[in-house]
C-alpha cells in the first residue's frame, strides 16, 4: 500500500515569510492533491500535479511534483494569518478511484 | 460556485444504533467517495461509487457499511450497527471522473459520535 509522509509536521512561521512543506511518497505519484484544513471542517482543494516536473500556483502557493514522481512540495511565499491551517497531500492510486493521505502539516503564522 | 454539502454536521447516536448520512455530490461529477478522519488521525478512504456499483473499498469498508445512490442526487453512508471507535468525522467527495486525473472536491463533513 502507499504510505504518504509529510514534514515538517507542524510550523510556525512569522507573517510575511516564506515557508515550504513536503510530501514523499514510498510509490510513484500518478496524481498528487493538496487540500488545506481548517480544525473540525472539510478539506479545501488547491491543487492536483499529475506530471514529472510539473509546477502549479493560485496566489502565494505554488505546488510542485519532482521529475520522478515521488515528492511534491508546497511553497507558501510571504504567509499571511489565512494561510494557517492544516495542509494535507493526498495521492490517486493508479486506478483513479482512492486517494491516499499524508498526516498533515500544520501552520501557524504569527502576525 | 458548485459544492458538497452533508447532513447532518452532527450525529450522536447510542452504539449499536443504524447511522445514516447523507450527501448531495457536485452535480456534474460521476464518482463519489467516502473518508473518514479520526480525532487527530489521518484522513482515511473508505469506498468509492461510481456509475451505479462500488468501485473500490477499503478494508475499513467491512460489512457494517453500505453506500447508496438512491435517486439522481444523494450519496448516502449506512452503518448498520455503529460501534465507539466508528465515532469520526466523515467527508464525502465527488470527482468528474477518475481522481487521477480529475479534481476532488470534499463536502464539510459530519461528525459522528457513538456513545
Known amino acids: 500500500s502507499q504510505e504518504l509522509e509529510q514534514s515538517p509536521q507542524s510550523l510556525i512561521v512569522q507573517e510575511g515569510k516564506n515557508l515550504t512543506i513536503n510530501c514523499t511518497s514510498s510509490?510513484?505519484?500518478?496524481?498528487l492533491y493538496w487540500y488545506k484544513q481548517k480544525y473540525g471542517e472539510g478539506l479545501i482543494f488547491l491543487m492536483m500535479?499529475?506530471?514529472?516536473?510539473e509546477e502549479k500556483s493560485h496566489e502565494k502557493i505554488t505546488a510542485k511534483l519532482d521529475e520522478k514522481k515521488q515528492q511534491s512540495s508546497l511553497h507558501i511565499t510571504a504567509s499571511q494569518p489565512s494561510h494557517a491551517g492544516i495542509y494535507l497531500c493526498?495521492?490517486?492510486?493508479?486506478?483513479?478511484?482512492?486517494?491516499?493521505f499524508g498526516g498533515g502539516t500544520r501552520l501557524m503564522v504569527k502576525p | 460556485e458548485p459544492e458538497v454539502t452533508q447532513t447532518p454536521s452532527h450525529q450522536v447516536t447510542q452504539m449499536g444504533q443504524e447511522v445514516i448520512l447523507r450527501c448531495v455530490p457536485i452535480?456534474?461529477?460521476?464518482?463519489f467517495y467516502w473518508y473518514r478522519q479520526i480525532l487527530g488521525q489521518k484522513v482515511e478512504f473508505l469506498v468509492s461509487?461510481?456509475?451505479?456499483?462500488?468501485?473500490?473499498k477499503s478494508e475499513i469498508f467491512d460489512d457494517q457499511f453500505s453506500v447508496e445512490r438512491p435517486d439522481g442526487s444523494n450519496f448516502t453512508l449506512k452503518i448498520r450497527s455503529t460501534k465507539l471507535e466508528d465515532s469520526a468525522m466523515y467527508f464525502c467527495?465527488?470527482?468528474?471522473?477518475?481522481?487521477?486525473?480529475?479534481?476532488?472536491?470534499f463536502g464539510p463533513g459530519t461528525r459522528l459520535t457513538v456513545t
Open positions: 461509487f461510481y456509475n451505479n456499483e462500488i468501485s473500490e
Open positions: 452535480s456534474n461529477h460521476l464518482y
Open positions: 510509490k510513484t505519484l500518478y496524481g
Open positions: 493526498g495521492a490517486a492510486n493508479n486506478a483513479g478511484n482512492m486517494l491516499t
Open positions: 467527495a465527488s470527482s468528474g471522473l477518475a481522481a487521477i486525473s480529475y479534481e476532488q472536491y
Open positions: 500535479l499529475q506530471k514529472g516536473g
